[in-house]
């Protein structure tokens, strides 16, 4: 029985002999055995086409090809058909065995074949053996069509299959490794489900170099679609690095392309653990949500970016004392002024003025207030109450108080400046986010906004990472829990890449520009 998963089986009719084989060829010998001295009688064709089959059923293409009329080159034929039809058990069912007269030189047997392929499926067809007197032996006059009918000359069977598995890629259209972006591909994966298909199988004879020339029997794949996560392999890679830099404390980054929501990047590292809070976890957003109040104060007719504004160290507001980093003071500065320099007392003096629902209202604008539901992740991007108090108004100018934030919200803050409008998230292609995309940023106010996000770059407090080219942004330093220990932020874009870091209890805005720095120098 042939090792290599092939079952070779042969049932035949006709009159029985008396046998032995000798170095693997049948001889037949009269019934009281062989006799000193004479000759063994001629093999019958009949049973010589039952050694030509025995041969081939139990894999030996060379004894098989030994019996017949042209051993070479029916034996490079056989060969190669048994291993092209790998997993298949092959079947031949002879007819009556002939009955020769003397002096008959040829005679014929009919032979039907079942191949049983993987899967139980048959490939049946008729054939019929020659066999020719050739120097008082019997052989099988050899000719393709023993192997099958349409055989011609130098070709051969060969049974293939199609692979119909899809597959999970990422938006460069290769497969996801096993390693990437772990905090999310969990469940993407669970979201996904099955990438399997049904394969696909032909039976062909094929030439010698294994191309098909007929196609006798197949079955159509039934493939499985690919699914394409829109993460970047060299984003995520660059996120990746950005957060495993920092050390000792919570780090967490995410990209988004503003122009179509697709999520790039959602990274974390070892200390914030494999909670995906980039994508739902609330913070303070500190002075990056000044991003916001500028935008109530532009929409509200409060302000300008040219507007000017008092930029003491230090103000009293209502019952709030409000205090710049360090006690810094610019005096009376315009608006973009005191935006890139990070100015709390200015901002807390704004937020003031304004609407109990002011900020609520302008955070809607950048997708802070939506309930996106994204396929494959669960995400929140914030919780910004309003303030129906003066005290509540001034510490949610500046991202404190009961203001709230995702990194993942952030995120669609600077995409939604870059874009002029918060763009649907979505991390799956072939899955659509639930959700509907606030309305775009009334007139001006995106323009305004670049600009002065441009300025915190080349002026003002993220001066770092004025050598990366066309970055704008804003940093945030949010003071949580008893007032003592701050988180750090540093929101922004380039090009059509937005971002949000955040550095749990980083203490300042600083270590989130420098893993900034590490971000966009990897890209």
Wanted: hydrophobic share 45%; with cysteine; charged share 15%.
């Amino acid at each position: 029985m042939n090792k290599k998963a092939k079952r070779w089986v042969l049932a035949a009719g006709g009159a029985a002999a008396v046998a032995v084989i000798v170095a693997g060829v049948l001889v037949l010998w009269p019934d009281d055995g062989p006799k000193a001295g004479k000759k063994p009688e001629r093999v019958a064709p009949g049973v010589v086409a039952q050694q030509f089959f025995t041969a081939v059923m139990s894999g030996q293409a060379g004894q098989a090809a030994a019996v017949t009329d042209a051993a070479g080159v029916a034996g490079a034929v056989l060969a190669r058909t048994q291993q092209g039809m790998p997993g298949a058990a092959y079947h031949a069912q002879l007819g009556r065995l002939p009955q020769v007269d003397e002096g008959a030189t040829t005679a014929g047997v009919d032979v039907d074949v079942t191949w049983t392929l993987p899967g139980g499926v048959p490939l049946k067809y008729a054939t019929e053996v020659e066999l020719r007197l050739v120097d008082d032996r019997w052989l099988v006059h050899w000719s393709p069509s023993l192997v099958h009918p349409q055989l011609a000359e130098g070709q051969s069977l060969a049974y293939t299959t199609t692979a119909a598995d899809g597959a999970l890629v990422d938006r460069t259209g290769r497969p996801v490794p096993p390693d990437f972006a772990p905090v999310v591909m969990g469940s993407v994966r669970q979201a996904v489900g099955s990438v399997n298909g049904k394969p696909g199988w032909q039976v062909a004879i094929v030439d010698q170099a294994g191309a098909p020339v007929t196609v006798l029997q197949e079955q159509k794949a039934q493939a499985a679609p690919s699914t394409t996560v829109t993460l970047d392999p060299k984003t995520q890679a660059a996120a990746q690095a950005a957060v495993d830099q920092v050390a000792g404390e919570a780090a967490m980054l995410v990209a988004v392309q503003p122009s179509t929501g697709e999520i790039l990047a959602v990274a974390q590292n070892a200390t914030a653990g494999n909670d995906p809070l980039a994508l739902y976890g609330h913070y303070e957003p500190g002075s990056t949500f000044k991003v916001v109040t500028a935008t109530a104060a532009l929409t509200a007719g409060l302000a300008t970016a040219d507007t000017p504004v008092p930029c003491p160290g230090k103000a009293t507001i209502g019952t709030r004392q409000i205090t710049n980093d360090d006690s810094f003071e610019l005096g009376t500065v315009p608006l973009h002024r005191a935006f890139a320099a990070s100015c709390n007392t200015s901002f807390s003096q704004l937020a003031a003025g304004m609407s109990p629902t002011a900020l609520p209202e302008a955070a809607g604008y950048f997708g802070l207030t939506s309930d996106f539901t994204v396929a494959g992740i669960t995400t929140n991007t914030g919780k910004i109450p309003p303030a129906d108090s003066v005290p509540a108004r001034v510490e949610a100018g500046i991202g404190q108080g009961q203001m709230q934030a995702s990194p993942f919200g952030m995120a669609l803050v600077a995409a939604t400046v870059a874009n002029g409008r918060t763009p649907v998230p979505r991390l799956i292609r072939e899955m659509p986010t639930e959700g509907v995309a606030p309305p775009p940023l009334p007139g001006g106010v995106a323009g305004a906004l670049r600009s002065m996000m441009g300025e915190v770059v080349t002026g003002g407090t993220a001066r770092e990472l004025a050598g990366y080219g066309g970055v704008r942004g804003k940093t945030g330093t949010a003071q949580f829990g008893d007032g003592t220990r701050s988180h750090g932020w540093f929101i922004g874009y380039r090009g059509d890449l937005a971002f949000s870091v955040l550095v749990v209890n980083g203490g300042s805005s600083k270590v989130a520009v420098a893993a900034t720095g590490t971000f966009l120098g990897g890209l």
